[in-house]
Nanobody, 124 residues
């Protein structure tokens, strides 16, 4: 399984970025997908997740109303649209795939496959 994340970069406060994560060697449509992030010196946290059928989503309180997760099963790709970015959104963002997400809060242990991470820096 390979997950390739892209779309990170440097953006000013209030700007937008769209992260993409494309999966290969994976039955993508059968997996839950998620975005986690790890700010400098902090633990990895769940940002957003989407169920295999896209009927179920999760957003961290800190990003609700600003971030949108979506998926295109035909292209084996999950997206994270990030709007109204804040300095506290600065982190390395990781996409992840898994089949064990049952509770409300996605846990790192619910996702077995991880991308390499893409840096998002929001400058003030």
């Amino acid at each position: 399984v390979q997950l390739q994340a892209s779309g990170g970069g440097v953006v000013q406060v209030g700007g937008s970025l769209r992260l993409s994560c494309t999966a290969s060697r994976l039955s993508f449509s059968g997996y839950n997908m998620a975005w986690f992030r790890q700010p400098p010196g902090k633990e990895r946290e769940a940002v957003a997740a989407i169920g295999w059928s896209a009927s179920r989503t999760y957003y961290a309180d800190s990003v609700k109303g600003r971030f949108t997760i979506s998926r295109d099963n035909a292209k084996n790709t999950v997206f994270l649209q990030m709007n109204t970015l804040k300095p506290e959104d600065t982190a390395v963002y990781y996409c992840a795939a898994g089949s064990s997400w049952i509770g409300v809060l996605p846990r790192t242990t619910d996702f077995r496959s991880w991308g390499q991470g893409t840096q998002v820096t929001v400058s003030s």
